[in-house]
């Protein structure tokens, strides 16, 4: 079947340390978490680097797309050898001419990819993936940005979206504030079933809300991983 759309979701770690960067390194990346810190106590070295592409790596790359079943198909790239991961992710889309769909990616995980291809020397396979024009659907469809209309004030995470629309919410098992701890427990099938989620969840309020179709039922949720 021609696929018209690819959803996709990353997770991430810190790629090292802060103590093995430089000094003035560490010094400008403490001054930035203490400014997040007046607002969030939480804020931390480890959730800094996870969402910051100089400073994070990619564990996980998870894709999904409805087939003529009607079925969620999923697929993930997984492991600690980034380069390989993006490699992979780099022949899969190289082909793809339809829209990219994720959840906040346009300020997240397609810059975040883009900026870990430039790390590791490698060039992007599909330049429409590179294209991060704001307010457009094509190629990338944003489920979050559409939504809410581009408006913050409005925005409520993935699971609770989904669980307002009826839908199974992928952040009962594990949440973006849990993976490295997994990842440090090398709980591998965990991350990836996470992400997988994401993406699933991702595809279906596309689904649900901009094209009008019935949401897919969790059984016809087809994970890499049992």
């Known amino acids: 079947m021609l696929i018209d759309h690819l959803a996709l979701d990353i997770e991430t770690v810190p790629m ?8 003035a390194i560490q010094d400008k990346v403490n001054e930035k978490i203490s400014r997040q810190q007046e607002r969030n106590p939480d804020y931390d070295y480890d959730y800094f680097a996870s969402i910051h592409g100089d400073f994070g790596k990619i564990i996980c790359i998870s894709l999904g797309y409805v087939n003529n079943d009607n079925e969620i198909r999923l ?22 001419r339809g829209i990219f769909i ?6 997240f995980d397609i810059p975040f990819i883009l900026q870990r291809m430039a790390h590791n020397g490698l060039v992007p396979s599909n330049r429409r993936f590179s294209d991060l024009r704001r307010y457009s659907t094509n190629p990338h469809f944003d489920v979050m ?24 919410n992928p952040k009962e098992d594990l949440s973006g504030d849990q993976v490295f701890q997994a ?14 989620f994401d993406t699933a969840t991702t595809l279906n309020l596309w689904r649900k809300i901009f094209r009008y179709q019935p949401v897919i039922p969790f059984e016809n949720y087809r994970f890499s991983i049992e």
Do not use: T
């Not at 940005?145 to 199974?168: C, E, F």
């Not at 990842?183 to 992400?195: L, S």
């Open 16 to 23: 090292k340390a802060l103590s093995e960067y430089s000094s």
């Open 75 to 96: 697929k993930s790239l997984a492991g600690d050898k980034e380069e390989e991961i993006l490699k992979e992710f780099n022949d899969i889309i190289s082909g793809h």
């Open 102 to 107: 994720h959840y906040n990616g346009l300020n």
């Open 145 to 168: 940005m559409q939504y809410y209309n581009w408006d913050m004030q409005k925005v409520l995470p993935l699971g609770i979206l989904a669980s307002l629309y009826g839908l199974p």
């Open 183 to 196: 990842y440090k427990e090398e709980k591998w099938n965990r991350i990836i079933h996470y992400c997988e």
